[in-house]
């Protein structure tokens, strides 16, 4: 293998990994939003506070007083479904599933980039020997 082709050769799978890394902590920070906001609801649930602070986003809050538990869950296309907070945290629990799988998924895309990586570096230092062995017993 030419010295050329194991430089771009290598320098994809380097390509591939940034890639599986960036997806990884998209996951894990998917991950961790979705255990925050099942704490939250937890916490939401066994309170037994009227008043309460309510995210309006990017860190804004307003207070607001609690009429009753039931969330409205965006289902999809903008789809907002009545739920309680147990059927809630149910959801919660079955999309952190989803992304524990994604995340195993592209950690084994990962492992196996890194095994070609090895494999194409271990081809190339074989036939480095090789080269170095011919010179030798030509000499």
Known sequence: MARE???????????????LQ???QLIEQNILELQNLQMSLQELKDSKEKQMLANLGKNIFIETEVQNKNLFVDVGNKTF????IPETIKIIE?????????KNHVLGKMQETQQQAQSIIAEAEKSE??????????S
């Open 22 to 24: 960036e997806h990884l």
């Open 5 to 19: 082709e194991i430089i771009l050769r290598l320098g994809m799978i380097e390509q591939e990994m940034n890639k």
């Open 94 to 102: 079955e999309q952190i599933s989803k992304l524990m799988q994604a």
């Open 81 to 84: 479904v009545k739920k309680n």
């Open 129 to 138: 020997s090789e080269k170095t062995k011919k010179k030798i017993n030509f």
